[in-house]
């Protein structure tokens, strides 16, 4: 057996000393930062990153690009919009499958990192677990996302008429549609925030303890739920302050993403030469700094983005972090058989839970 993780955080560090060591190993773990950052954008952040940078068609223009195709003079869906609908839902599962392994293996490579943070890079590039932990840790994703398929089926139609007004009457032009979105059905919207918060947390402990402790899908599903119940204080901790600081930071992020993106749009829409709307007099005749401008605004826009990347990178790399040392500290406390599969690192970690799960 190996020497304990000197990046393991344990019960003496206390919750607030667990969240530095982890906050610590977001910014300076750049290998993790950038394995997180693949895991993040699989799992649908790159859609979050890209909203601020989209221009949401009206209805008048979905109208003109489907035509008569979609509804029929009855008013009811055609056949080939539900063909469409259909390939769409099948194209969504696949993606989650991909996403779910993929997101899978980021999941142990980010605890396998964590658990040897302080101790050196260990030779060679990171080892592939079992395919037989990665059903498995996708497994319990999908369980995991049950009740919040449920809460998108309650709010659903909800969320609906309120894009449908705003599209058609909206309440003002200043805003971004989402933003008049999430205001026109707030109570629908925190439902399915806070229940996206509950099972995305159940999840990740969940996620851990099979990586961790091994034992199967529900027994970790269990000891999941047995962990939050006994530790609430702990748990609640961790995920309120790194979901919280990680909602700020990338808000932040894309506050200046849609900012630079206002810019182009400007700067791209402009008919008459800048010096002329300055005002500037006959010096505008010989010069025009419309490319310019435009130039200067693409570059903002590119340095917003790449910040954008950034700060998610260090904030996934965070969370992960922040849960691993959650786990294995609770662990530790509860089992000193899984105490001491914490100890184990790399590969030797994930085939161990292997053996113990019957593989």
């Known amino acids: 057996m190996t020497a304990p993780a000197e990046g393991l955080v344990t019960r003496r560090s206390g919750r607030a000393g667990r969240l ?39 209805v008048i223009g979905i ?16 056949t080939w919009l539900v ?39 260990r030779p060679g590039g990171l080892p ?19 009740p919040l398929a449920i809460a998108l089926a309650w709010a659903a139609t909800r969320i609906f008429t309120a894009t449908y007004d705003q599209l058609t009457t909206p309440s003002n032009l200043t805003s971004p549609l989402p ?14 925030v806070v229940v ?43 995920a309120v302050v790194s979901h919280a600081t990680s909602v700020v930071a990338i808000g932040l992020a894309l506050v200046g993403t849609s900012a630079a993106f206002d810019w182009c749009r400007i700067a791209a829409r402009n008919q008459e030469p800048i010096a002329i709307k300055l005002g500037i007099g006959d010096f505008s ?38 849960f691993t040392n959650e786990v294995a500290d609770a662990l530790s406390a509860t089992s000193p058989r899984a105490g001491e599969a914490t100890q184990r690192s790399g590969l030797g970690l994930s085939c161990a839970v292997g053996e113990r799960s019957g593989d």
Do not use: K, Y
Not at 128 to 146: F, T
Not at 227 to 237: V, Y
Not at 298 to 312: D, E, I, P, Q
């Open 128 to 146: 592939l677990p079992r395919m037989s932990l990665l059903l498995r840790l996708a497994a319990i994703r999908m369980i995991c996302l049950v």
């Open 285 to 322: 005749t010989a010069r025009d700094f419309r490319p310019v401008a435009f130039a200067l605004a693409t570059v903002a826009l590119a340095v917003a983005w790449v910040a954008a990347l950034a700060v998610s990178a260090v904030t996934s790399a965070w969370r992960s972090a922040a």
């Open 196 to 238: 996206w918060l509950v099972t995305e947390t159940f999840a990740a402990i969940a996620v851990r303890r099979e990586v961790l402790a091994g034992g199967g899908i529900w027994r970790s599903v269990l000891g999941a739920a047995g962990q939050m119940a006994h530790r609430p204080i702990s748990t609640l901790l961790t």
């Open 20 to 58: 530095a060591r982890a906050l610590a190993f977001g910014l300076t773990h750049g290998e993790a930062s950038v394995v997180a950052l693949a895991g993040f954008l699989l799992r649908g952040g790159i859609v979050l990153l890209a909203l601020p940078s989209v221009i949401l068609p009206s």
């Open 83 to 121: 063909e469409l609908i259909a390939l769409a839902i099948v194209a969504a599962i696949a993606w989650l499958a991909v996403a779910s392994l993929v997101g899978s293996l980021t999941d142990v490579w980010l605890i396998q990192m964590t658990l040897e943070s302080g101790r050196g890079r």
């Open 179 to 192: 933003l008049r979105v999430i205001f026109a059905a707030g109570d629908a919207v925190a439902v399915v």
């Open 63 to 78: 109208a003109g690009v489907t035509g008569v195709d979609a509804i029929s003079i009855a008013g009811q869906p055609t």
